[in-house]
T-cell receptor
Framework: EDQVTQSPEALRLQEGESSSLNCSYT??????LFWYRQDPGKGPEFLFT???AGEEKEKERLKATLTKKESFLHITAPKPEDSATYLC???????????FGTGTRLQVFP | DTEVTQTPKHLVMGMTNKKSLKCEQH?????MYWYKQKAKKPPELMFV???????INESVPSRFSPECPNSSLLNLHLHALQPEDSALYLC???????????FGSGTRLTVV
Protein backbone atom coordinates (compact mmCIF):
# COMPACT_ATOMS: atom_id res chain seq x y z
CA GLU A 1 0.00 0.00 0.00
CA ASP A 2 1.28 3.46 -0.89
CA GLN A 3 2.20 5.42 2.23
CA VAL A 4 3.87 8.67 3.32
CA THR A 5 5.15 9.32 6.86
CA GLN A 6 6.56 12.61 8.12
CA SER A 7 8.62 13.32 11.20
CA PRO A 8 8.78 15.01 13.55
CA GLU A 9 5.12 15.92 14.01
CA ALA A 10 6.11 19.28 15.48
CA LEU A 11 9.40 21.17 15.65
CA ARG A 12 10.30 24.28 17.64
CA LEU A 13 13.46 26.11 16.61
CA GLN A 14 15.25 29.20 17.71
CA GLU A 15 15.84 31.71 14.93
CA GLY A 16 19.05 30.72 13.15
CA GLU A 17 18.97 27.12 14.43
CA SER A 18 19.18 24.86 11.36
CA SER A 19 17.34 21.52 11.22
CA SER A 20 15.80 18.93 8.90
CA LEU A 21 12.33 17.53 8.33
CA ASN A 22 11.90 13.94 7.17
CA CYS A 23 9.45 12.38 4.72
CA SER A 24 9.55 8.59 4.28
CA TYR A 25 7.57 7.07 1.45
CA THR A 26 6.48 3.67 0.17
CA UNK A 27 5.13 3.66 -3.35
CA UNK A 28 5.25 1.11 -6.16
CA UNK A 29 6.79 3.51 -8.63
CA UNK A 30 7.82 7.05 -7.78
CA UNK A 31 6.33 9.64 -10.13
CA UNK A 32 7.61 12.56 -8.11
CA LEU A 33 7.68 13.77 -4.51
CA PHE A 34 6.18 17.14 -3.68
CA TRP A 35 6.90 19.50 -0.79
CA TYR A 36 4.33 22.12 0.20
CA ARG A 37 4.21 24.85 2.82
CA GLN A 38 0.84 25.59 4.42
CA ASP A 39 -0.01 28.58 6.59
CA PRO A 40 -3.04 28.34 8.91
CA GLY A 41 -6.34 28.69 7.02
CA LYS A 42 -4.60 28.84 3.63
CA GLY A 43 -4.09 26.38 0.82
CA PRO A 44 -0.79 24.50 0.45
CA GLU A 45 1.87 26.51 -1.39
CA PHE A 46 4.07 24.51 -3.75
CA LEU A 47 7.75 24.43 -2.84
CA PHE A 48 9.56 21.64 -4.71
CA THR A 49 9.14 18.56 -6.88
CA UNK A 50 11.81 15.86 -6.80
CA UNK A 51 11.78 13.01 -9.29
CA UNK A 52 14.86 10.83 -8.79
CA ALA A 53 17.21 9.72 -6.02
CA GLY A 54 20.10 12.12 -5.59
CA GLU A 55 18.15 15.11 -6.81
CA GLU A 56 18.37 18.33 -4.77
CA LYS A 57 16.52 21.62 -5.06
CA GLU A 58 16.96 24.88 -3.17
CA LYS A 59 14.87 27.95 -2.52
CA GLU A 60 16.12 30.63 -0.15
CA ARG A 61 16.70 28.91 3.23
CA LEU A 62 15.13 25.61 2.12
CA LYS A 63 16.83 22.66 0.46
CA ALA A 64 15.05 19.44 -0.46
CA THR A 65 16.83 16.16 -1.11
CA LEU A 66 15.62 12.74 -2.22
CA THR A 67 16.78 9.15 -1.71
CA LYS A 68 15.08 5.92 -2.76
CA LYS A 69 13.11 5.77 0.47
CA GLU A 70 12.91 9.26 1.92
CA SER A 71 13.19 12.97 1.38
CA PHE A 72 14.58 15.66 3.65
CA LEU A 73 13.70 19.31 3.83
CA HIS A 74 16.68 21.13 5.29
CA ILE A 75 16.07 24.56 6.80
CA THR A 76 19.18 26.68 7.19
CA ALA A 77 19.18 29.61 9.63
CA PRO A 78 15.38 29.76 9.82
CA LYS A 79 13.46 32.94 10.50
CA PRO A 80 10.09 33.37 12.27
CA GLU A 81 8.40 33.78 8.89
CA ASP A 82 9.36 30.19 8.07
CA SER A 83 6.85 29.05 10.69
CA ALA A 84 4.23 26.91 8.94
CA THR A 85 3.18 23.32 8.38
CA TYR A 86 5.31 21.53 5.81
CA LEU A 87 3.61 18.74 3.88
CA CYS A 88 5.11 16.17 1.59
CA UNK A 89 3.12 14.12 -0.89
CA UNK A 90 3.57 11.48 -3.58
CA UNK A 91 1.21 10.47 -6.40
CA UNK A 92 -0.17 6.97 -6.00
CA UNK A 93 1.30 4.75 -8.70
CA UNK A 94 -1.94 3.06 -9.77
CA UNK A 95 -4.55 5.73 -9.12
CA UNK A 96 -5.06 9.44 -9.62
CA UNK A 97 -4.50 10.20 -5.94
CA UNK A 98 -1.95 12.43 -4.23
CA UNK A 99 -1.00 10.82 -0.93
CA PHE A 100 -0.09 13.31 1.80
CA GLY A 101 1.94 12.84 4.92
CA THR A 102 0.51 14.24 8.14
CA GLY A 103 2.88 17.21 8.03
CA THR A 104 5.45 18.81 10.30
CA ARG A 105 4.36 21.93 12.19
CA LEU A 106 7.38 24.19 12.41
CA GLN A 107 7.60 27.10 14.84
CA VAL A 108 10.60 29.42 14.72
CA PHE A 109 11.04 31.76 17.67
CA PRO A 110 13.02 35.04 17.60
CA ASP B 1 -1.87 33.32 -14.74
CA THR B 2 -0.47 30.68 -12.36
CA GLU B 3 -3.24 30.67 -9.80
CA VAL B 4 -6.19 28.62 -8.74
CA THR B 5 -8.96 30.95 -7.59
CA GLN B 6 -11.58 29.82 -5.12
CA THR B 7 -14.74 31.65 -4.11
CA PRO B 8 -16.05 32.40 -1.63
CA LYS B 9 -13.21 32.54 0.90
CA HIS B 10 -15.61 32.05 3.81
CA LEU B 11 -19.08 30.52 3.91
CA VAL B 12 -21.51 29.99 6.77
CA MET B 13 -24.55 27.89 5.93
CA GLY B 14 -27.43 26.25 7.73
CA MET B 15 -28.13 22.55 7.50
CA THR B 16 -31.09 23.14 5.16
CA ASN B 17 -29.29 25.51 2.80
CA LYS B 18 -27.98 24.90 -0.71
CA LYS B 19 -24.74 26.59 -1.66
CA SER B 20 -21.93 26.18 -4.16
CA LEU B 21 -18.17 26.53 -4.03
CA LYS B 22 -16.38 27.68 -7.16
CA CYS B 23 -12.89 27.07 -8.46
CA GLU B 24 -11.24 28.50 -11.57
CA GLN B 25 -7.86 28.07 -13.24
CA HIS B 26 -6.47 29.41 -16.50
CA UNK B 27 -3.23 27.43 -16.67
CA UNK B 28 -4.57 24.93 -19.20
CA UNK B 29 -4.51 22.18 -16.60
CA UNK B 30 -6.59 19.14 -17.51
CA UNK B 31 -6.99 17.64 -14.04
CA MET B 32 -8.87 19.31 -11.18
CA TYR B 33 -9.46 18.17 -7.63
CA TRP B 34 -11.53 18.84 -4.54
CA TYR B 35 -9.95 18.23 -1.13
CA LYS B 36 -11.35 18.58 2.37
CA GLN B 37 -9.06 19.55 5.24
CA LYS B 38 -9.80 19.47 8.93
CA ALA B 39 -7.68 21.36 11.45
CA LYS B 40 -4.19 19.92 11.97
CA LYS B 41 -4.83 17.16 9.41
CA PRO B 42 -3.53 16.75 5.86
CA PRO B 43 -5.88 17.36 2.93
CA GLU B 44 -8.21 14.46 2.12
CA LEU B 45 -9.13 13.80 -1.49
CA MET B 46 -12.82 14.03 -2.37
CA PHE B 47 -13.08 14.11 -6.18
CA VAL B 48 -10.82 14.06 -9.23
CA UNK B 49 -11.78 15.33 -12.67
CA UNK B 50 -9.61 14.44 -15.63
CA UNK B 51 -10.42 16.05 -18.99
CA UNK B 52 -13.74 17.24 -17.52
CA UNK B 53 -14.82 13.72 -16.56
CA UNK B 54 -15.15 12.49 -13.00
CA UNK B 55 -12.43 9.89 -12.50
CA ILE B 56 -12.42 9.46 -8.71
CA ASN B 57 -15.12 9.82 -6.09
CA GLU B 58 -13.69 8.89 -2.72
CA SER B 59 -17.03 7.60 -1.40
CA VAL B 60 -18.11 11.13 -0.63
CA PRO B 61 -21.70 11.52 0.68
CA SER B 62 -24.24 12.61 -1.92
CA ARG B 63 -24.80 15.90 -0.11
CA PHE B 64 -21.60 16.94 -1.91
CA SER B 65 -22.09 17.13 -5.68
CA PRO B 66 -19.19 18.08 -7.97
CA GLU B 67 -19.55 19.61 -11.40
CA CYS B 68 -17.00 20.46 -14.08
CA PRO B 69 -18.72 22.74 -16.64
CA ASN B 70 -15.52 23.20 -18.68
CA SER B 71 -11.78 22.67 -18.44
CA SER B 72 -11.26 25.85 -16.40
CA LEU B 73 -14.09 25.60 -13.88
CA LEU B 74 -14.92 23.26 -11.05
CA ASN B 75 -17.91 23.58 -8.74
CA LEU B 76 -18.89 21.81 -5.56
CA HIS B 77 -22.61 21.93 -4.82
CA LEU B 78 -23.57 21.59 -1.17
CA HIS B 79 -26.94 20.52 0.18
CA ALA B 80 -28.19 19.42 3.61
CA LEU B 81 -24.75 19.48 5.17
CA GLN B 82 -23.97 18.46 8.72
CA PRO B 83 -21.93 20.42 11.29
CA GLU B 84 -19.14 17.84 10.94
CA ASP B 85 -18.76 18.93 7.31
CA SER B 86 -17.28 22.21 8.55
CA ALA B 87 -13.73 22.34 7.17
CA LEU B 88 -11.39 24.06 4.73
CA TYR B 89 -12.30 23.00 1.19
CA LEU B 90 -9.42 23.14 -1.24
CA CYS B 91 -9.42 23.05 -5.00
CA UNK B 92 -6.31 22.03 -6.92
CA UNK B 93 -5.30 21.55 -10.53
CA UNK B 94 -2.49 19.87 -12.42
CA UNK B 95 -1.43 19.62 -16.04
CA UNK B 96 -2.11 15.92 -15.96
CA UNK B 97 -3.19 13.72 -13.10
CA UNK B 98 -0.22 13.05 -10.83
CA UNK B 99 1.96 16.03 -11.77
CA UNK B 100 2.55 19.56 -10.48
CA UNK B 101 -0.45 20.21 -8.28
CA UNK B 102 -1.39 23.87 -7.67
CA PHE B 103 -3.76 24.57 -4.81
CA GLY B 104 -6.18 27.40 -4.31
CA SER B 105 -6.38 29.32 -1.05
CA GLY B 106 -9.49 27.43 0.02
CA THR B 107 -13.02 28.09 1.24
CA ARG B 108 -13.52 28.02 5.00
CA LEU B 109 -16.96 26.40 5.41
CA THR B 110 -18.92 26.50 8.65
CA VAL B 111 -22.18 24.56 8.91
CA VAL B 112 -24.49 25.73 11.69
Amino acid sequence: EDQVTQSPEALRLQEGESSSLNCSYTVSGLRGLFWYRQDPGKGPEFLFTLYSAGEEKEKERLKATLTKKESFLHITAPKPEDSATYLCAVPSYNTDKLIFGTGTRLQVFP
Amino acid sequence: DTEVTQTPKHLVMGMTNKKSLKCEQHMGHRAMYWYKQKAKKPPELMFVYSYEKLSINESVPSRFSPECPNSSLLNLHLHALQPEDSALYLCASSQEVGYGYTFGSGTRLTVV
